[in-house]
């Protein structure tokens, strides 16, 4: 007889999938393959089960995260939940045997053992009596989380040299010299194309078939996920001739790459490195300068910088766990309509990012992370803030004024910076962002200067109805446009900087305002239009003056502290003057 469970599986290790990139494509692999095993368990499940309604995520969400929850019914629930878990290995193994293909003879039996330890499975189940869906839930979760925590996992023990992007298993493919502590079994892939392995790197079996997911999955996938330096391009590109710029690729053959739109990259010693054709040289460069002087004309930037964001919501395990609501006994209710305005915002991350503002590495629920253009990184951020769902309109009394919200992690980095270490900064500053407050609903944004310099700065979104984003919007404007000189916020750091107490703050606040009023006055550049007499322009730069008094001081007095103040300002400047 078939009996009702709430059913709980995931697929791990998260770190691994989502963490471990040397490129951007490395990190949309990962999330790929992540939510296509997710998908793959759904459907395993649809058919083995008796009935199954999925309760979290959405069903029909593109990215999906490393778990899901649902309603089943089954004769046996044991049996069901390990030949999932084994379906979900299987179709892994075969992902990774198809896509690596042929090259991996030769290494197939320590091949085949780094693919079958590399995944952890987890599934739990409670018999479901729907009155009592909340504590099961909570049950559930708890169980989960012992699970996870006590089930050892099986170590493979390896002592050769460790791959270069998990840094966990041991080298099984490498391109370029054998290097010391090299297993003696592995292979060397010079003759592979480079987008599988680049120069110097050696890979595990795990990482490798991150790179080769492209050939295995075939619609969907997208082949083409821009690089960092495609991302920090994107804005500018997308306004010149594509003929102009077809016929630069050309030139590569199947080789190409954007950095090779950086004049700087254009050296002999620079193409031996990245294995481009020395004897194309001379023809790239004359067919670039071409693209810089058209460039020059429409007045357009080669950012070298670009973003990263990390959003998400706050507070879910909280949401989740019916904390917030004042009838709990609708959990399972609220959890179904939590989980389609999820999936709508979702979608929403989709329609709001995309070329030429950037690209969307995953957006999973609640859950999203995307790469920027510079150009675009501040309304994008904004209007991703406003798409986030109000779950306290959903139709359920939420105790207090409780009110969904959402942070977000944002790292302006250069296209040549790791970018694992940029990934790792993201994390960090987005959990900086939900740090700020009890009521979080911030975010932080860090840039990191190619020359090692660090700036931080984590606000709310809004002030007193005010965006801040809007605000530094406009901050970034007045500089670019150049009505304002950078020397008040040089300035400012400079009077104040060493003054500030061990937590950032100054002591004698107004004095701080007050000087932001006399150094913005002497910092504006304007000059008075041909067609203007004195008293129009005198106005007018009166207006513009107080406009930017009044924005700046704005910023100084929601910051949580001095410094925090003038590293906005850092970032502000950085953003007006990144330029090529
Ligand atoms: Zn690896």
Known sequence: MSHKYLFIFTIGPVQSFIAQARKTQDLYAGSYLLSYLTDHAIDKLKLKATSCEIIFPYE?????????????????????????????????????????GIVKRGVLTSFKQQIRNHLQVTWVALPLEEEKYP????????????????????????SGRKCSLCGERDVLFYRGMKRAFLRNDAISLNHQPLRYMGNGEGLCAVCLTKRYAGDYFHSGYERDFPSTAAIALMG???????????????????NFDDVLYYKDNLTLEYFKKYSFPTE???????????????????????????????????????????????DTTQLMDFHKKMTVSLSYFSDNVRNLINKPKGRVVYAGGDDSLALLNLDHLLPVIHDLR????????????????????????????????????????????????????????????????????????????????KSTTALIEEIVKALKDE???????????????????????????PLIVTEIRRLIDRSCTMTRNESED???????????????????????????????????LDIADFLSREAD
């Open 236 to 254: 500018s590109l997308d306004k010149l001739d594509p003929n102009l710029l077809a016929d630069y690729k050309f030139l590569f053959g199947g």
């Open 60 to 100: 029909h969400l593109k990215s999906k995260p490393s778990r899901f929850t649902a309603s089943i019914e089954t004769e046996d629930v044991k049996r069901l939940g390990n030949e999932l878990k084994q379906c979900v290995m299987d179709e892994f193994e075969s992902i990774a045997d198809a896509g690596v």
């Open 280 to 326: 194309k040289l001379d023809e790239a460069a004359r067919q670039l300068s071409a693209i810089y002087a058209v460039k020059k004309q429409k007045n357009l930037r080669f950012y070298k910088y670009y973003a990263i964001i990390m959003f998400d919501g706050d507070n879910m395990g909280n949401w989740l766990s019916g904390k917030y609501l004042k």
């Open 483 to 509: 009505e304002f000189s950078n020397t008040f916020i040089k300035s400012l750091r400079a009077e104040f900087g060493g003054l500030l107490d061990e937590k950032g703050k100054y002591g004698d606040p």
């Open 135 to 158: 504590t099961m839930y909570r049950d559930l979760e708890a169980n989960l989380y012992a699970v996870k925590n006590v089930r050892k996992f099986e170590q493979l023990v390896e």
């Open 386 to 465: 406003c798409a986030f769902p109000h779950f306290e309109t959903l139709g359920h009394d939420v105790a207090g004024n409780m009110a969904s919200s959402a942070s977000c992690g944002i790292v302006i980095a250069h296209y040549k910076t790791p970018f694992a270490e940029a990934l790792e900064w993201v994390r960090m500053v987005e959990e900086e962002a939900k740090e700020i407050d009890a009521q979080k609903d911030a975010f932080a944004i860090a840039v990191l200067k190619h020359s090692g310099e660090i700036r931080k700065a984590v606000m709310k979104w809004t002030y007193n109805d």
């Open 534 to 568: 004195k008293e129009a322009f005198a106005w007018r730069r009166k207006q513009t003056v107080d406009d930017m008094i009044s924005r700046v001081t704005s910023l100084y007095t929601s910051s949580t502290s001095a410094e925090n103040f003038f590293s906005l």
